[in-house]
Structure formats: structure tokens, C-alpha cells
């Protein structure tokens, strides 16, 4: 991340564009019964455009992989001590740094466009919190999805596929109480919509800190699973090389 920091840049271009396009263009839904007097739209989507970068940035863990393998970087690492979690899911921790990075400008320039986060530094820590325990799960299972299929056409288009339809079925632009019954149903099992639930309730006004808990702790759960599918997938494909 130190010596291609413009990785950074290129991975904040379109959540800026979303932050600020979709901040603009929606900003009167604020006035729509059920959405919250006094509320700014601005503030509202930070959390949602965090979460969603963080995912889309980690969704491509898997090409990583593959070019590992390509390169042949992989299979001489496996004559090493080193731990197969380690091997497996460094591309993800690294991911988290930069996740990090970015989360922390989005909340930055989120602040310089007049959004206020009532929930302060404790907040802004949840929502950085939030969004690498989001990047862990989807990268662990590029990860693993990698490891299954071994071809970045494969990754590209589950990706593609699932991209959209997971932020789009969540609160990231709307309350999922203005969605449809059937939408709502989905939201309430989406893990992105437990991250940016997590961050927006974080940065509110009298922060519901057992929800924040809840939801965290669901990502934690989840997080935990998709790094072990990972690593067992690798075992597999370590056994037949």
C-alpha cells in the first residue's frame, strides 16, 4: 500500500462519485413520510457507501489468488512453516488496511460536505470497524471461491452477479421500512445491511449500542466462517498440487 498508494485513489473514485452524485440527486428523499424529519441524506448514505466499497473492494481477493497460482508464487510458499490461514487470507488483511484508509477519507470528505456524526469518534470507529469485518467476509470468500472454480472469468462474473442486487437489497439509499415486504425480508439476512446498519445506528444521535452489538457481532460470526471455508478450500487445493 506505501509503495502504490495510488491504489488508494483508484479504489475511492466511485465511492466518491456515488457519495457525492447520489447525496445531490436524492437529497430531497429526506422529505419522504417515514424517512426521519431532520435527517440529511448526506449523513445517511455514509454508512452505506463505506460498507459498499468495502465489499466491492474485497469481492476481487480471489484474482489475487489466482495470479498467485498463474505465477507459481503459491505453490513454492507451500513448502513453508508458515500457517495456511496466513497464506490464504494475507490478501485480505491487507485489503482491511487499506479499507481502512479509505473509510476514514469517505467520513472525512463526508464532513467537508456538511454531514455531522452526532455519534463522534466512538461511531466513526464502529463504522471503520464495520467495514473491514464486511471486506473480511466477501473477501475471504472470493477467496474461496477462487480456490473452487480457479478462473477470474468465474470470479468476475459472481461478482458482477451478486454486486448490485446485495447493495441495492439494503439500507444503503433507503430505510428498509420504505422497501417492499419481500425486500425487507432479504435485507434482514444481507450482511452488507448488518454493516451499514451497524455504522449508521453508530453515528446517530443516542446510538443504540445492543444493536450496533448485534450486528457486529453477526459480521464477526460471519467473517469467522468465510476465513475457515477459505482455508479448507486451500487445504484441498494444496493436496492437489
Given at each position: 500500500m506505501i509503495r502504490q498508494p495510488a491504489f488508494i485513489a483508484v479504489g475511492l473514485v466511485q465511492p466518491v462519485i456515488w457519495l457525492f452524485?447520489?447525496?445531490?440527486?436524492?437529497?430531497k428523499v429526506v422529505d419522504i413520510p417515514g424517512f426521519g424529519a431532520?435527517?440529511?441524506?448526506?449523513?445517511?448514505?455514509?454508512?452505506?457507501?463505506?460498507?459498499?466499497?468495502?465489499?466491492?473492494?474485497?469481492?476481487?481477493?480471489?484474482?489475487?489468488?489466482?495470479?498467485?497460482i498463474d505465477r507459481g508464487t503459491l505453490n513454492r510458499f507451500l513448502v513453508s512453516p508458515a500457517r495456511r490461514v496466513a497464506l490464504m487470507n494475507a490478501n485480505v488483511v491487507e485489503q482491511a488496511v487499506t479499507t481502512t484508509v479509505q473509510t476514514v477519507i469517505i467520513l472525512v470528505l463526508g464532513l467537508a460536505g456538511g454531514a455531522r456524526y452526532p455519534g463522534g469518534a466512538a461511531?466513526?470507529?464502529?463504522?471503520?470497524?464495520?467495514?473491514?469485518?464486511?471486506?473480511?467476509?466477501?473477501?475471504?470468500?472470493?477467496?474461496?471461491?477462487?480456490?473452487l472454480v480457479r478462473q477470474r472469468e468465474a470470479i468476475i462474473g459472481i461478482n458482477v452477479f451478486f454486486m448490485l442486487p446485495?447493495?441495492?437489497?439494503?439500507?444503503?439509499?433507503?430505510?428498509?421500512?420504505?422497501?417492499?415486504?419481500?425486500m425487507q425480508g432479504i435485507a434482514k439476512c444481507n450482511p452488507l445491511n448488518w454493516a451499514v446498519q451497524a455504522?449508521?445506528?453508530a453515528l446517530s444521535t443516542g446510538t443504540d449500542w445492543a444493536g450496533v452489538a448485534l450486528r457486529g457481532g453477526g459480521l464477526l460470526a460471519l467473517a469467522v466462517v468465510c476465513v475457515t471455508l477459505s482455508v479448507a478450500t486451500f487445504r484441498s487445493y494444496q493436496k492437489s498440487v
Open positions: 452524485l447520489f447525496g445531490q440527486l436524492f437529497r431532520g435527517a440529511s441524506y448526506l449523513a445517511y448514505l455514509i454508512p452505506g457507501i463505506v460498507a459498499m466499497s468495502a465489499m466491492n473492494g474485497n469481492m476481487w481477493a480471489g484474482m489475487n489468488s489466482m495470479e498467485e461511531g466513526a470507529a464502529v463504522v471503520i470497524v464495520a467495514s473491514i469485518l464486511i471486506g473480511a467476509v466477501f473477501g475471504a470468500l472470493s477467496n474461496t471461491v477462487g480456490m446485495l447493495t441495492f437489497l439494503s439500507s444503503a439509499f433507503l430505510p428498509a421500512t420504505l422497501m417492499p415486504g419481500w455504522g449508521r445506528m
